[in-house]
């Protein structure tokens, strides 16, 4: 078994702030996140950006506008941060973030508001947020989608057994459906297994687009 896990990336936790001082992360930004619908008769088509509910600068909310282009502001662009130390299938395992003059991932020595996803205890669909501390690994793929990359699939579990660690389980999973996060809104989500239990979820490709 190998242990290679691209969660000791980022010093977010206390542990590893020796670490993070001294990496040096690779960034590519900004660029845009367009969200496409998956089905054939999906009407989502446009772009993501991110807003603050007044006074409170974390968590950072991620909700989902129409539109043919991406919109010229700050709150539309997006980063990908990287050490270089982790691939899958050939693809750079990293981190993706925005706001990045934001302090919010102190105690580390990082910028920029990272996303992770919220789960709820009563449904399969997760809520994408910014600065919440957390952060879950992301990648893109030679056609520019990003995916999670999972290291172990629990489904394949066997008692007393170890699971094998895995490069390749690269997960799709990005959904635009109607949250109360922040406000009640179209809002970049993640199903987790199975059908969405919330009926207004549509699946998209999240794909990165320049700016
Ligand atoms: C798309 O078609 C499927 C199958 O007919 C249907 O279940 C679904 O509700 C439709 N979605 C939209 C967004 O119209
Ligand atoms: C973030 O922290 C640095 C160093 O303490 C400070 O110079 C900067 O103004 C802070 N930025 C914001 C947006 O608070
Ligand atoms: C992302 O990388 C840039 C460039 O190395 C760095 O300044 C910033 O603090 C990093 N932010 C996070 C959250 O990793």
Known sequence: MQFRFPTFLLGLGAASTAFAQVTELYQEGPFALRV?????????DGYLSWYNLEGLPAPT???YTAGSYPIVDPKYEWYFNYTGFVQYRGNEVGILLANPGANTTTPSPYHGQVIN?????????AIA???SGGYMDIGFDGDEKA????????????????PEYSEDLAYYHWAICWQFSGKYKPTLSWVTSGPAHNPTCELVDLLRVEL
């Open 36 to 44: 496409k619908g998956q089905a054939s008769n999906s009407s989502i």
């Open 61 to 63: 909310f991620i909700s």
């Open 117 to 125: 996803l919220e789960y709820q205890t009563n449904s399969n669909v």
């Open 129 to 131: 947020l910014l600065g």
């Open 147 to 162: 995916f999670n990359a999972g290291q172990f699939d629990d489904s394949t579990y066997v008692p007393g057994e170890d």
